[in-house]
């Protein structure tokens, strides 16, 4: 099992940047593929974006893509998600999820993909 810890968000003009980390505990972190989601109120949570174990394959949403960059440091047991020309439409609570898929699966650009998930961060982006 792995305990995932965000840290990071906050308040934000549009057009600014803000990274998020994703801090892991527990089993070993590169055992994991890991992917950020968000969910803004009154709606369903979304993907943004996943990585795979080794960092080697990444995936975005479409309003993630060109903006947002996924990482990782398994030697640190974190994940990040930086992200660039915000939008107030990217205000919401920020994910990060733990999957133990070794292998790279479409399941992983969706919620069912994941087996564990942080308490999560806020993001908030003014106009």
């Known amino acids: 099992q792995v305990q995932l810890v965000e840290s990071g968000g906050g308040l934000v003009q549009a057009g600014g940047s803000l990274r998020l980390s994703c801090a892991a505990s527990?089993?070993?972190?590169?055992?994991?593929?890991m992917g950020w989601f968000r969910q803004a109120p009154g709606k369903e949570r979304e993907f943004v974006a996943a990585?795979?174990?080794?960092?080697?394959?990444?995936d975005y949403s479409g309003s993630a893509k060109g903006r947002f960059s996924i990482s990782r440091d398994n030697a640190k047991n974190t994940g990040y998600l930086q992200m660039n020309s915000l939008k107030p439409e990217d205000t919401a609570l920020y994910y990060c999820?733990?999957?133990?898929?070794?292998?790279?699966?479409?399941?992983?650009?969706?919620?069912?993909?994941?087996?564990?998930w942080g308490q999560g961060t806020q993001v908030t982006v003014s106009s």
């Open positions: 990585i795979s174990v080794s960092g080697g394959t990444t």
């Open positions: 527990g089993r070993t972190f590169s055992s994991y593929a």
């Open positions: 999820a733990a999957s133990i898929k070794r292998l790279w699966s479409p399941l992983l650009l969706s919620t069912a993909g994941y087996n564990y």
